[in-house]
């Protein structure tokens, strides 16, 4: 396990503030936030290019903080692949084998060539990394990174410059080699759908701060604050004040959308709420329904209005719904097929329902 | 269209002049003399002295220039900007100066002890290598760093996270990947280095047979109003100078295929 405490890391200006964050064993723990948030020089600290000002780096218990490089004991994948350009795939593969200071090199060679079969490459390893195609090139660099028998990989973006297709391909193929191969990987992106669908664990970093750490779901599904729901895309946030706590929900009046709103207990993490107290709380636009008249109503958090705009992005279709008797809007992301069975177009008079289980509350 | 032609006519005015004064030469030229000068005991030894000096010179300012080269490139360090800056002192102060500043040195109590206690370094050998050593090697260092900073650090640490050490990884990686620049600065430094004259003639004198360099030469020949006998040394440098090039250029593009 890689546990960083307190690790505080200046740059020119930046600093990147007390992040304590725990990378369990065997997990891929993904590292997600707005360009220049901090997160590829965290990534950096812990591999050792940057120095850092105050906390402490812990593989297995062992305080790393202050070694170099080569003796951390961590691949490292940059976002460019710095494939080695005046060797050949092979030489590249075997590079930290043959010159680093590794144990049991010839089992270390086997693991290689037996990483080149299965990514494909062995028909490439006398091929110049030069001459490599981009797809190519990323299962060098894998299998490079992976050779060292290296239990921790760091990847800085490595996907980034590829076409949508050979990434999702690459994202299962990394999937597959971490579940065979039983390494740790820490990742950086900034791609939500990247990390939701690599990571176990996700931190997200802002303007050099850790806003949330935690299991994948918890964090998607329940952003802690604002900043973290305005980074993952949810336009859907509203003020509102507690007018009532029942049995298992908290009853709510929104007055940006004229409406009471439920909200469950369970969906309020780590504080109190008490009634009159002002709170924000948002929703995916996902979780809103657009009512069919010939099916059975929702009866809670119903809001009723008229459609202002319809967006189709291929699949789904983005609605803009403007609540009765108010100016904003609220985004409705819709499946393509419910949408040709609505029918609707902008101006039609609509029912809408939030998902009580999907509303969170907002630090 | 213009300024293509305009651009193509400023770089064939640059031919025009070195190729206009090499030219000039024949005005002068005297057949019969061209052997006898080329052949005698003191052009040959001018000859040897200019090769072997330079050679050593470059070769010991490469050794320097390399590693410095790859600390300013690659580190943060106190006096980081003043070493960098310090390097172009050749380049802006005259080579007369730089060989006046050495002969100078030499008169301290530091270089008198240096020389009484290990090499004589005023007009001597050692003096010529000395001169063209100090001379050529910022110029080297600089070159040799423009070409490090081309190479992204992100080799070297991807080789780190490998389990390979920055002594390694310099030897493996920055190294062949700034062969090229390496192998410019040094045809580079060893053309200034045979070239040299300021410095060399203030700190190793004018010696026939001794310090005489092939520069020295034609210096001492026009001194004399020979202008034929200077015709024929200045072939003579200018030969060495252009087939050097040459063949390093063949060279280089031999390695390049195999590379």
């Known amino acids: 396990m890689v546990e960083l405490r307190d690790i505080t890391v200046q740059n020119r200006g930046f600093t990147l503030n007390k992040i304590s964050i725990d990378i369990k064993t065997g997990n891929c723990h993904c590292l997600i936030g707005p360009t220049g948030c901090g997160k590829t020089t965290l990534l950096e600290a812990i591999l050792g290019l940057r120095k850092v000002k105050s906390g402490s780096i812990m593989v297995d218990g062992k305080d790393i903080t202050a070694l170099p490089i080569h003796k951390r004991g961590f691949s490292y994948v940059p976002q460019d692949l710095a494939i080695f350009p005046h060797l050949t795939v092979y030489e590249n593969i075997v590079y930290g084998i043959k010159y680093g200071n590794l144990e049991n090199k010839d089992e270390l060679y086997k693991l290689a060539m037996e990483l080149s079969e299965s990514l494909g490459i062995s028909n490439l390893l006398n091929r110049k990394a030069a001459n490599l195609s981009g797809g190519e090139r990323q299962r060098v660099a894998l299998v490079r990174a992976i050779s060292t028998g290296n239990k921790y990989l760091l990847l800085d973006e490595p996907l980034s410059s590829l076409h949508e ?96 709103i439920a909200i469950p207990v369970g969906n309020v993490k780590g504080y109190e709420i008490e009634k009159g107290k002002n709170i924000s709380f948002a929703i995916r636009s996902e979780n809103i329904i657009i009512q069919r008249p010939d099916l059975p109503m929702k009866k809670d958090n119903i809001l009723k209005g008229v459609i202002k705009t319809i967006y189709n992005s291929g699949p789904t279709s983005i609605v803009l719904f403007k609540p009765e008797g108010k100016e904003l809007v609220v985004e409705i992301t819709m499946p393509e097929f419910a949408m040709a069975k609505l029918s609707l177009k902008p101006n039609d008079e609509a029912s809408i329902a939030l998902r009580m289980e999907r509303i969170f509350v907002l630090d | 269209m213009i300024f293509k032609r305009l651009a193509i006519l400023f770089s064939i005015s640059i031919f025009v002049i070195y190729f206009g004064l090499f030219v000039t030469l024949f005005y002068y030229w005297d057949g019969s003399l061209f052997k006898e000068i080329l052949l005698s005991e003191r052009t040959l030894y001018s000859i040897k002295l200019s090769l072997s000096a330079a050679t050593i010179a470059s070769i010991l300012g490469l050794i320097i220039a390399i590693p410095s080269a790859y600390a300013l490139s690659r580190y943060e360090f106190i006096g980081k900007d003043i070493v960098d800056t310090i390097l172009e002192l050749p380049m802006i102060v005259s080579p007369a100066a730089i060989g006046a500043m050495t002969l100078i040195f030499f008169t301290t109590p530091l270089g008198d002890w240096i020389q009484n206690n290990y090499i004589q370094f005023v007009f001597t050998f050692y003096g010529i290598v000395l001169a063209q050593f100090i001379t050529v090697t910022g110029i080297a260092t ?54 040299e004259f300021g410095a060399t003639i203030t700190v190793a004198g004018t010696m026939a047979m001794k310090t005489e360099t092939l520069p020295i030469a034609i210096f001492l020949k026009l001194a004399n109003a020979n202008i034929e006998g200077t015709v024929v040394l200045i072939m003579v440098l200018v030969g060495i100078g252009l087939t050097t090039l040459y063949i390093v250029r063949v060279l280089v593009k031999r390695s390049s295929k195999i590379w």
């Open chain 1, 165 to 260: 297709g050979l990434k999702r391909e690459l994202w299962f193929l990394l999937k597959e080699l971490q579940k065979k191969y039983n390494f740790t990987v820490l990742m950086v992106s900034h791609d939500i759908e990247e990390a939701t669908f690599m990571a176990n664990h996700i931190s997200v970093i802002i303007a050099g701060k850790l806003m949330q750490t935690g299991v994948k779901d918890e964090v998607y599904q329940y952003p802690a604050n604002r900043e973290v729901a305005e980074f993952f895309g949810i336009k859907n946030i509203f003020d509102a004040q507690v007018i009532g706590i029942y049995d298992g929900y908290y009853k709510a009046y929104c007055d940006m959308l004229g409406t009471e």
């Open chain 2, 142 to 195: 600089r070159l040799i760093k423009a070409s490090m900073d081309e190479i992204p650090t992100r080799y070297e640490n991807v080789a780190a996270s490998l389990g390979v050490s920055p002594f390694k990884a310099f030897f493996t990686i920055t190294l062949p990947l700034s062969k090229n620049g390496i192998i410019a600065a040094s045809i580079l430094t060893w053309a200034k280095a045979i070239g």
